[in-house]
Structures are given as structure tokens and as C-alpha cells.
């Protein structure tokens, strides 16, 4: 939940230094929405209206945490800025530097794995504001001289030699200790490590290396870096003592930032290197879990076969098949993901090969699938057009027979949708914008709500299922304990059918008179039933790894299930017989398997954390609120001093601003441009809090020019010239966000006017396309943009399905010696390649440009390989079509790890023509002609997808063969495609 990304945001901000041009847009809230402000001795929280009440209970929370979740890193952080967001229904939160502030997203997630029994805001709470606390930690050694004099900016160098794992794995342990929930504690979390590690002890499977474990693969299933990051801080805290890493950091930031640093200090404080620390820790928990495995008693179930990719290698790509809802007594519905796969509808049938039902769009995976024998419905996340921050969860329902979509909500808030046995209603959980959870029940064909059942204590519900037309159960979550409740939806009387527990319950499915549910009570996650006469408590799956998200039979023979391995998710059944099921008769507790062992009790600040998030001891001071304001608060330097170019061919010095709010944008400086020994000051606003962003720049300046001019090219007529120019640049743009299906939709409008003036310039020529002595250029342009591209999985190189479209107009329109005029469109057409990964791309593009004294750059694309030569008109086409080669692990040694070897063929072609005028040998016009030009290229590329000096962030680059068929000449070109944001 952390949005370090150290390197893109110095990469973003020197290229904006740089070039002075337009800043990126960013996601705002609706202008209507006002804000206000409450200011406690360490955080200053900021809050939608309405979001009072909960406002002050999360200032009293981070209040209370601030001792606690500092102690062990021995850092107490400087005043922060929170803010509560609570126009998304997208769970998350994130600290950063640019600038500096904390952000939670005020809406609890479905996912139990995610949740456990914590309330969400006091998750955000003890996680993200131990980044806070990571981050001031660098305001020491050259990490404090960096600050002063660059700003948060220069937080950035010390911060970027702490791999990304420590800062999650760190905040994991601190959610996990200071509380009696968090990930630590949740077996889903490590299935990932567990299942590689269980089998790489099968001689034919190789462990992971440290490479691989940071970098990832495209084939294989690698942990994040939550993961890995919790295993190594907590490994180290349990060996060489509780504040281990502060002693190690305070060495890391007073070393010189040499690559590898922070390895060199872990070494000096304990002996190991990364590479020693990984191994180390991944014996330890291996010895752990093949312990567990040895006392397991297997409850045996059948697989339904699937078509995954590569299924039959001996290295299956990683793929999921997850969420059972039985169609027939031999059919299941499925989700399938995964590296190779979007998320899709699929079903699964033991005789059959499985069958492609429906592929989703962009899913708010509440962590299950409601389906009955003809239907189908999921939440799909909706987005307002302009405001990025809005994002609405939408119900979607699929009419099996038919294929035939519903979208039956448009701009609503449900987190989790179940159909009832006879398809006519809905129930559904609501996260209202106030931090309130409805349970509401709908009409299945308009979406109308039917009922709301009361839930005056704001109880948390999770996972709703009909056990028939009228009743309901759902897991509730209040105050850190969990149980299953059975709901009547007419008269909305609530019974719990288990005792309240710390016990991370989730999926109930009610059968007779039982109600199956997932439980980690055993330290791994199973399917437990319940009783509803007597409430005894059974377990009923006994898995070597997870058994979750039961699903009954329509004869209620059959018990349908998500198994686990390394290879994903998989669907197996089993007989459902009570009769096999083993009686529970010990209380919920906690498990002896949990990683973190003694470090609860030695973890400094642990206790008073686990205090300070008991709502009966936390504290009830009230803060007094104040209007937050866009205007009053545009200003927020966050950096400033030198920043070079990501070129290295600029030097900027500025100062760099941005509001709390997101709205308004200012970046003000000098740069100078070494090629050109030139510089200029220069100044950028971009305001969005309205519906179109408002752009306006300024730039001051020299730059130079240089001709031959007598036209003809002997050393002696080669002229150089400096002059001066100012530059004015004011205008919007429109973007829209136009998602809603699997394909990613996107619109855009803008509209600049553009004031150049030049003075001082003395050649007796100019080019074309500069001001020159004309003096000055009054220019206008207008720009249109849209693409609607197919959702890409990880393996895909390229969208398999999509349509991009631009059309721009520049035009002079007030005059003056400088005159012009040019449009152009350009359209690219995305279609599937030979191969599930390969695509085609078909480009055009049509350009005009009239003449005049002034010259536009070009709109449309050129030949790779071949310069631009202006033309009246040009028709451009491309093809080209890109594939994987292979997907590798190659280490080298620490420097380098290649996940990846991609290529692609292309054939460009342009064709131009100008009116051109003939004269005589006076100078009079004798007529036109018309000059042609033809240029064709074609070639090959060759990239490389690789990690360097133990980095998370991929880049991509490698080479460019190009063959001019115009002049039969080959040419070899460095190739960099993505620096990995």
C-alpha cells in the first residue's frame, strides 16, 4: 500500500524541469466536495464534509499510534498530513514524498486475506504511518544535507537504496504486532511462499534465488514484495534482536549510496549479506511448514481438469481458477486469472474440456462469485468520466443461456453482490461515503433497492449468501471480533450462529442445516461447518496447503472448492457426508505457527500498540475542525534546487509545488541546456480542480541558431546566432475516463494558444519552422485524442484487440508575417497475433499542411530510420507485429537479472507530395509541379526485459535493425521501451 516509486517520481520531476512544458494530470474530487481540516499535536487530518465523526476517531487513533509505531525503528517523524478519500470504493492507502503526505481510501475491503478482523482505517493507520516513519528515518547522514538543500527530492537517493521489500515487509510486521489481526497472522498471505518452498523440496523443483524472489517472473508464481519483505524483517528481528533494522539503517544512510549499500549494512550489523539473509530465512520457514505439513491428516478430493497454459510442461504458467458456484452436479462456473489470463467466466465439467463463458472487465474481486444454474453476477468497478478519484463498484449480471450482460447499477457503492435462489433479488453490501455499511437487498431486474436491514451498530458484513428466498448469512466484524449471522430480510432480525472471536472467518454457505465457512483456526485455512441446531463445529476439509470458498451441489452430494499448489488455484470436489467430518471442540486461540513468535511480547511498543486500538481504551480527545480551502492551500513547495535531466544534457534549478488536494500544480526554475549552451527561466501552472484543466506557461530565454547563408555549403558561410525569445502557453484539456467492460476507454480535448517572440536574431535567413526575424508566432491548436484497448494480462506484449484514434489542428489565425496551417489524424488498429501473446498493429495516418511562412512540426509518424521531410501532404501505413522469444531467469551475479526476450518485425511506408512552383530565370511564375516522395523502412527489434542492481522496477531496452528500402542502406539503433511505471 505504499507509493514509494522513488525513481519514477525523480525521473518525472526532472523531465518536467527540463522541458517545461505541461505537468501530469492527476486524479482530483468533484469541486463540489468542501474539506476541512483537524490539527492534533503530530498530524494535521484532513476531510471531506460528513466525514466527521469519522475524522476524529482517526485522529485519535494515529494520535495514539505515534509513540508505538515508531519505537523499534527509534524515530519519531516530523507532522504529517492525512487525508481521507472517500469518493472510491477502491481499497487502498499510500504515504509519499511528492509531496509529502498520507492518503487513506475510506472504504473496507471483502477480501478477508486483506481485512482479517481489523477495522480498516485502524489497518491504514498502523501500516502506512509506519512509512511515515521508514522515510524520516533517511533525515540523517547525507540524507538530511540532500533535504536541505533538494527538498524531498533529496529524500529520494537515500530512500532508493532501501529495496521496497524492507518498507512493506516492515510495515506488515508493525500491523501485525501492534494488533491482534494483521497479515502476519493470515495464512493466505504466505501461501504464496508456502506452497514454492513445500515444493522445492521436491528434487526435480528448484528454489527461488534472491533475483527471482525481487524481480518476479512470467511464468512462475513470486510473492510480492508484502511477502518476502515480512519474512526477512521478521527474521532478522527474531535473531539479532527487535530494533535490529534501525541499527541497520542508521549505518545504511551514513555510508556513501554506493550500489549494493544497504547489503554492505546489514552485513556489517550482522554478519550476513541479502543473498545470505534470503537463504537463511527461507531454511527457517521451510524446516517450519514441512513440520506442519508432517502432522496432517489429507481429506482426499478430486481435481476438474482445466486447459491452463502450458499445463502439460513441466513449468506450467501460473494460473488461478477460483470462486466454485456448481451449475449441475457435474459442472462448476469458475474464474480463471493469472499471468496469462485476464479474469474471465469459465466452465468446468469433469468429462468436458473447460468452456469459456464471459471475460470479465475490471473487477472489484470481493473474493467470490455468485451464480446459480442460469445466472451470474460480480462487481465491476465504474468511473466517473473527469474525476479520478470517484470510482463506483457496479453490478454486473450475466444471463447464462443467453450471454446477455446486465449492467443493473451505474454509479453505485457495492462492494459484494449474492442472487437468491430464485434469481429475483439481490443482497448486496454498501460502503456509503460516510463509512457506514448497509446491507440492502435489491430487485434483480432494475437494481431498485427492495429493502435496507437495520444495522445500528455498523457492523461489517462479508461475504452475504441466501440460504433461501427470505433469510440470509453473512459474516459480521465488529470491535475485532468475528461470527456468522442469520438474517431474516423482511423483518431484519439478526442471529449470530457462532461465538464472537478474533477468528478470521470468511465465505459462509449455508446447506440444510449447516453453514459451511473458512477458517485458519488450525493455522491453515479450511472449510469448517456449523451447526445451526446445536452449534457444533466441525471441520470438513483437511488440505495440505487452503481449502476455500465452498460451493454445494444442486443434489447436495457434492462439496466444490478452491485447492492451492504452486502452479494456482484449482477446483476440487469431494463427497459432502457430515458423517466424515471431524467435531471441533477446543476453543478459537491463537496458533503456535505464526512467524513472528516472541516478538509480540519483545517488540518495543507492541503492547502499548495493542492497547491504543481497543476501542474501549482509546482516547476521546475532540479537535477542533477548520475549513480546508483549494485556494488558500495551492501553495506546497515540496522540492526545490538542482534536478538533471533523465538525458543528463539539462540542468533545471526550480522549485516544485503541488496541493494537498491534487489540484493545483506550479513549477517554477532555470534550465540550461548544455547542447545549446543555453538556458531559460521558466514557469508552469496547471489547476484542475475545475471540469477542464486549465494550462499556462511562461517561458525566458536564449537559444541559437545555425545556417549556411549563402545557401550553399563551404566552411566560410556557415553562420551561428544567439537570440532571446519569450514564450506564452495557456489552454485546457479534457481528459475522460470512459471504462466499462474489458476494454480500458479513454477521451481526450485540449485547446492551447500559443505566443512565441523572438528578438535579437540577426541571419539573413531563417528555417521555416522558427520565428526568426518575423518576430513573433500567434498560434492556436486543437487536439483530439481516443483509444479503447482490450485489458492486457502480464504475458501479453501488446493489446490483442483495440483502436486508437488523434486528430490535431494548428492554425495562425491572427495574423502577422508568420503564417500557417496544418491538420492530421492518426489511427492505429490492434488485432490478435498467430500465437495467444503475439499482436499485429496496423497504423495510417493523413497530414496536410498548407504553405506558408511558417512551418508545423510533424503530427503523424515517419519511417523508423528515416528523417522527417515536411511535405503538403502525407500518407503514412505501418505494420507491425511483436511476440514473446522466451521467458528467463538469467542472474548476473548481482548487476543483472533477464526475466524476458521479446521481438517484433515492423514495414513503415510514407508517401508525400508538394505543389512546387516553377519560375524562370527572372524570377516570374511559369506554373506548378508536383514533387513526390516515397520512403519505406523495414526491420527488426530485439528487447530484453531485465532487472538491474537487485531492483524491483523492470526496464526494458535492447536494439533496432533497420533496412531503408528507399536507399538500401542498414542501420542499428539503441532500443529503450519502459523503464517499468
Same mark, same amino acid.
Given at each position: 500500500m505504499l507509493h514509494r516509486h522513488v525513481l519514477r517520481a525523480l525521473l518525472l520531476l526532472a523531465g518536467h524541469l527540463a522541458t517545461a512544458q505541461t505537468l501530469p494530470i492527476l486524479s482530483q474530487n468533484p469541486t463540489s466536495l468542501h474539506w476541512h481540516r483537524l490539527s492534533t499535536p503530530h498530524f494535521r487530518v484532513i476531510y471531506p464534509t460528513g466525514f466527521d465523526s469519522t475524522a476524529q476517531r482517526t485522529a485519535n487513533r494515529l494520535e495514539s499510534l505515534y509513540e508505538p509505531a515508531s519505537a523499534s525503528l527509534q524515530k519519531q517523524p516530523r507532522r504529517i498530513s492525512v487525508l481521507l478519500q472517500n469518493q472510491t470504493t477502491n481499497s487502498n492507502g499510500f504515504v509519499t514524498l511528492f509531496p509529502r503526505r498520507s492518503e487513506f481510501f475510506a472504504v473496507a475491503p471483502q477480501d478477508p486475506a486483506l481485512l482479517g478482523t481489523f477495522d480498516w482505517l485502524d489497518l491504514l493507520a498502523v501500516h502506512e504511518y509506519r512509512h511515515v516513519v521508514q522515510n524520516d528515518k533517511a533525515l540523517q547522514g547525507y540524507g538530511r544535507v540532500l533535504y536541505t538543500f533538494l527538498g524531498n527530492t533529496g529524500l529520494g537517493l537515500p530512500l532508493f537504496t532501501v529495496p521496497d521489500w524492507f518498507a512493506e515487509g516492515d510495515a506488515v510486521s508493525n500491523e501485525t504486532l501492534l494488533s491482534t489481526s494483521g497479515r502476519g497472522r493470515i495464512p493466505n498471505f504466505d501461501l504464496g511462499m508456502r506452497a514454492n518452498l513445500l515444493a522445492?523440496?521436491?528434487?526435480?523443483?528448484?528454489?527461488?534465488?534472491?533475483?527471482?524472489?525481487?524481480?518476479?517472473?512470467?511464468?512462475?508464481?513470486?510473492?510480492?514484495?508484502?511477502?518476502?519483505?515480512?519474512?526477512?524483517?521478521?527474521?532478522?528481528?527474531?535473531?539479532?534482536?527487535?530494533?535490529?533494522?534501525?541499527?541497520?539503517?542508521?549505518?545504511?544512510?551514513?555510508?556513501?549510496?554506493?550500489?549494493?549499500a544497504f547489503s554492505a549494512s546489514i552485513k556489517d550489523e550482522t554478519k550476513l549479506r541479502t543473498e545470505d539473509l534470503y537463504q537463511k530465512t527461507m531454511d527457517d520457514i521451510t524446516e517450519t511448514w514441512k513440520k506442519e505439513q508432517a502432522g496432517l491428516t489429507i481429506t482426499p478430493a478430486a481435481t476438474f481438469p482445466v486447459d491452463a497454459e502450458k499445463q502439460a510442461s513441466k513449468r506450467p504458467v501460473f494460473t488461478n481458477y477460483q470462486h466454485p458456484q456448481f451449475?449441475?452436479?457435474?459442472?462448476?462456473?469458475?474464474?480463471? &486469472?493469472?499471468?496469462?489470463?485476464?479474469?474471465?467466466?469459465?466452465?468446468?465439467?469433469?468429462?468436458?474440456?473447460?468452456k469459456k463463458v464471459f471475460v470479465q472487465g475490471f473487477p472489484n474481486d470481493p473474493d467470490m462469485l455468485s451464480a446459480s444454474s442460469t445466472k451470474a453476477c460480480w462487481i465491476e468497478f465504474g468511473y466517473d468520466p473527469r474525476w479520478g478519484q470517484r470510482i463506483y463498484s457496479n453490478i454486473r449480471i450475466l444471463d447464462l443461456e443467453t450471454g446477455k450482460l446486465t449492467r443493473l447499477t451505474h454509479r453505485a457503492r457495492y462492494t459484494v453482490a449474492a442472487l437468491s435462489p430464485d434469481n429475483s433479488r439481490l443482497v448486496v453490501v454498501e460502503n456509503t461515503d460516510r463509512y457506514t455499511i448497509r446491507l440492502l437487498v435489491l430487485d434483480a431486474k432494475t437494481g431498485k433497492i427492495q429493502n435496507a436491514i437495520p444495522n445500528p451498530d455498523n457492523e461489517f458484513y462479508l461475504h452475504p449468501r441466501w440460504k433461501d428466498n427470505q433469510t440470509i448469512v453473512a459474516v459480521a466484524l465488529k470491535n475485532g471480533q468475528k461470527t456468522i449471522q442469520r438474517i431474516d430480510s423482511k423483518s431484519g432480525s439478526r442471529t449470530d450462529l457462532l461465538p464472537r472471536a478474533n477468528e478470521n472467518i470468511s465465505h459462509p454457505q449455508p446447506w440444510g442445516n449447516y453453514v459451511l465457512y473458512n477458517s485458519p483456526r488450525s493455522g491453515i485455512d479450511n472449510i469448517y461447518a456449523v451447526d445451526t441446531r446445536s452449534s457444533q463445529v466441525f471441520q470438513v476439509t483437511s488440505r495440505p496447503l487452503a481449502a476455500y470458498h465452498a460451493a454445494v451441489s444442486p443434489s447436495g452430494s457434492r462439496l466444490a472448492f478452491e485447492d492451492f499448489s504452486a502452479t494456482g488455484y484449482r477446483i476440487d470436489d469431494m463427497p459432502l457426508d457430515p458423517a466424515n467430518w471431524k467435531p471441533?471442540?477446543?476453543?478459537?486461540?491463537?496458533?503456535?505457527?505464526?512467524?513472528?513468535?516472541?516478538?509480540?511480547?519483545?517488540?518495543?511498543?507492541?503492547?502499548?500498540?495493542?492497547?491504543?486500538l481497543k476501542d474501549s481504551v482509546s482516547s476521546t480527545a475532540a479537535y477542533a475542525p477548520a475549513r480546508f480551502r483549494r485556494?488558500?492551500?495551492?501553495?506546497?513547495?515540496?522540492?526545490?534546487?538542482?534536478?538533471?535531466?533523465?538525458?543528463?544534457?539539462?540542468?533545471?534549478?526550480?522549485?516544485?509545488?503541488?496541493?494537498?488536494?491534487?489540484?493545483?500544480?506550479?513549477?517554477v526554475g532555470y534550465n540550461y541546456n548544455q547542447a545549446e549552451r543555453a538556458g531559460n527561466a521558466f514557469a508552469l501552472l496547471s489547476y484542475q480542480g475545475l471540469y477542464p484543466i486549465i494550462d499556462v506557461s511562461f517561458q525566458r530565454g536564449s537559444r541559437s541558431t545555425s545556417l549556411y547563408i549563402d545557401r550553399v555549403a563551404p566552411a566560410d558561410s556557415f553562420r551561428t546566432d544567439r537570440w532571446q525569445y519569450n514564450q506564452l502557453t495557456a489552454?485546457?484539456?479534457?481528459?475522460?475516463?470512459?471504462?466499462?467492460?474489458?476494454?480500458?476507454?479513454?477521451?481526450?480535448?485540449?485547446?492551447?494558444?500559443?505566443?512565441?517572440?523572438? #528578438?535579437?536574431?540577426?541571419?539573413?535567413?531563417?528555417?521555416?519552422?522558427?520565428?526568426?526575424?518575423?518576430?513573433?508566432?500567434?498560434?492556436?491548436?486543437?487536439?483530439?485524442?481516443? &483509444?479503447?484497448?482490450?485489458?492486457?494480462?502480464?504475458?501479453?506484449?501488446?493489446?490483442?484487440?483495440?483502436? #486508437?484514434? &488523434?486528430?490535431?489542428?494548428?492554425?495562425?489565425?491572427?495574423?502577422?508575417?508568420?503564417?500557417?496551417?496544418?491538420?492530421?489524424?492518426?489511427?492505429?488498429?490492434?488485432?490478435?497475433?498467430?500465437?495467444?501473446?503475439?499482436?499485429?498493429?496496423?497504423?495510417?495516418?493523413?497530414?496536410?499542411?498548407?504553405?506558408?511562412?511558417?512551418?508545423?512540426?510533424?503530427?503523424?509518424?515517419?519511417?523508423r530510420g528515416q528523417l522527417y521531410v515536411s511535405d503538403d501532404r502525407i500518407r503514412s501505413g505501418s505494420v507491425d507485429y511483436r511476440l514473446p522469444i522466451a521467458d528467463t531467469h538469467w542472474s548476473l551475479g548481482r548487476w543483472l537479472y533477464v526475466q524476458r526476450i521479446k521481438a517484433g518485425g515492423f514495414y513503415d511506408a510514407t508517401n508525400g507530395q508538394s505543389l512546387i512552383e516553377l519560375r524562370d530565370t527572372n524570377g516570374r511564375l511559369r506554373g506548378y509541379d508536383t514533387q513526390r516522395h516515397t520512403f519505406q523502412t523495414t526491420g527488426l527489434d530485439v528487447s530484453f526485459v531485465f532487472n538491474t542492481l537487485r531492483l524491483r522496477t523492470p526496464f526494458e531496452a535492447g536494439f533496432r535493425t533497420i533496412y531503408n528500402v528507399t536507399t538500401g542502406q542498414w542501420l542499428v539503433q539503441p532500443l529503450v521501451l519502459d523503464i517499468g511505471f
Open positions: 522445492s523440496l521436491d528434487s526435480r523443483k528448484k528454489r527461488f534465488d534472491y533475483q527471482k524472489a525481487v524481480s518476479g517472473s512470467y511464468r512462475d508464481n513470486v510473492p510480492n514484495h508484502y511477502v518476502l519483505g515480512y519474512f526477512l524483517t521478521t527474521y532478522l528481528k527474531r535473531t539479532y534482536g527487535p530494533d535490529v533494522w534501525s541499527r541497520v539503517l542508521n549505518r545504511n544512510y551514513r555510508r556513501f549510496p554506493w550500489p549494493f451449475l449441475t452436479d457435474s459442472t462448476v462456473l469458475s474464474v480463471k &486469472s493469472g499471468l496469462g489470463d485476464t479474469p474471465r467466466l469459465v466452465i468446468l465439467d469433469k468429462q468436458r474440456q473447460e471441533v471442540t477446543e476453543p478459537v486461540k491463537e496458533q503456535a505457527v505464526r512467524y513472528f513468535g516472541p516478538l509480540v511480547k519483545l517488540e518495543p511498543g507492541a503492547a502499548q500498540g495493542r492497547l491504543a485556494i488558500a492551500n495551492a501553495l506546497n513547495i515540496y522540492s526545490w534546487g538542482p534536478v538533471f535531466s533523465s538525458t543528463g544534457q539539462a540542468l533545471a534549478v526550480g522549485l516544485s509545488s503541488q496541493d494537498l488536494l491534487s489540484t493545483t500544480q506550479i513549477s489552454g485546457f484539456r479534457l481528459p475522460f475516463q470512459m471504462t466499462n467492460s474489458k476494454y480500458s476507454q479513454n477521451l481526450s480535448l485540449s485547446a492551447y494558444y500559443n505566443y512565441l517572440h523572438v #528578438t535579437g536574431y540577426d541571419l539573413p535567413y531563417r528555417y521555416i519552422t522558427e520565428v526568426g526575424s518575423a518576430g513573433s508566432l500567434n498560434a492556436l491548436t486543437y487536439g483530439f485524442s481516443y &483509444s479503447r484497448l482490450l485489458r492486457q494480462s502480464k504475458r501479453d506484449v501488446a493489446p490483442r484487440w483495440g483502436q #486508437t484514434l &488523434s486528430a490535431n489542428y494548428r492554425t495562425t489565425p491572427f495574423g502577422g508575417q508568420l503564417t500557417g496551417e496544418q491538420w492530421g489524424v492518426q489511427a492505429n488498429l490492434f488485432l490478435p497475433g498467430l500465437a495467444k501473446h503475439h499482436s499485429l498493429r496496423l497504423r495510417a495516418g493523413y497530414q496536410e499542411q498548407a504553405r506558408g511562412t511558417y512551418q508545423f512540426s510533424s503530427i503523424v509518424f515517419f519511417p
